[in-house]
């Protein structure tokens, strides 16, 4: 098949799942070479998958309270194309979420200073875990010249496996976290980012800036339902080689789960709660 047969085809498909019907063979997109539309960008939770559904406004009322496959529908004993398609646009956007970087533009506009951990490239950010929880002596010295120390809060940003997670819901979470400690008249440090950060890295900054309890705010590994869930991972007095069992996680922070501002004033009322028990992780009661 060449290739505008091949576009031809794609573009009927995606037509045919938006709701338009086929595309004429002369289509301007086929003809001139440009893109097809982005599968990503159609909501399939209000689309019927399967022909002649029995009750299909139940059918679509079920699909919209889960972003799971449900109703794939298949062509002989193969999936149907668009439901591969839609695999394999889900499959891009998680890969994409992963091998991204965080916006410098972001970053700039929430006064955010950048770090690093002793891992050189996403590459071995992924082979080498270690290393995505360790700091050099040079980003040491940084962080003690740039950071307030011994704060009681100290909370920082990392991309983790998810950049398009922490692009999608740092502008509203972190304003909520720190005007709900504003309010609750907590001594906050300075935030900043991490590159290349994995959850252990916050017992490290513990360590280096002598917080009470430190919080890392950290783009979750994407699925093929969410490339934008974020998590919150919290302790008290944390040091390298904590149990995990110390910790207390908030996630599935975006959009389709827990909404970043109502997630903000939930982590802000934890960390005082922890400043209070002097707990954190299965201690906190």
């Not at 079920?62 to 194309?81: C, D, E, N, Q, S």
């Not at 951990?117 to 040079?138: A, H, I, N, V």
């Not at 900043?192 to 490290?204: C, L």
């Not at 040091?239 to 207390?248: D, F, H, M, Q």
């Amino acid at each position: 098949m060449n290739e505008a047969l091949l576009k031809e085809l794609v573009s009927r498909v995606v037509s045919e799942v938006m709701g338009d019907g086929p595309e004429p063979a002369s289509s301007p997109a086929c003809a001139s070479g440009g893109e097809v539309p982005d599968l990503s960008a159609i909501d399939f939770q209000r689309v019927l998958g399967i022909p002649e559904p029995a009750n299909p406004d139940e059918y679509l009322r079920i699909k919209g309270r889960t972003g799971a496959r449900l109703g794939v529908w298949r062509a002989g004993p193969r999936y149907r194309t668009e439901t591969l398609m839609r695999f394999r646009a889900d499959h891009a956007a998680a890969m994409d979420a992963v091998f991204t970087d965080v916006p410098q533009e972001l970053l700039d506009r929430m006064g955010l200073f950048t770090v690093s951990t002793r891992c050189q490239s996403k590459d071995e950010y992924l082979t080498r875990p270690d290393l995505g929880r360790q700091f050099t002596d040079e980003t040491v010295a940084e962080l003690k010249s740039k950071c307030k120390l011994n704060p009681d809060v100290q909370i920082f940003v990392s991309d983790g496996l998810s950049s398009t997670a922490v692009a999608a819901n740092l502008a509203d979470l972190l304003p909520a976290i720190m005007q709900g400690l504003s309010l609750n008249h907590v001594n906050v440090g300075t935030p900043f980012f991490v590159k290349y950060g994995r959850v252990g890295s916050e017992d490290a900054v513990s360590e280096i800036l002598g917080s009470k309890v430190t919080v890392v705010l950290l783009g979750e590994r994407p699925g093929l339902v969410s490339s934008e869930s974020l998590s919150a991972y919290m302790v008290y007095g944390g040091y390298p080689g904590i149990p995990e069992a110390n910790r207390t996680v908030v996630s599935n922070i975006h959009q389709g789960g827990t909404n970043p501002v109502e997630a903000g004033a939930h982590i802000a009322e934890l960390i005082t709660l922890m400043l209070q028990q002097k707990a954190s992780g299965l201690d906190l009661k």
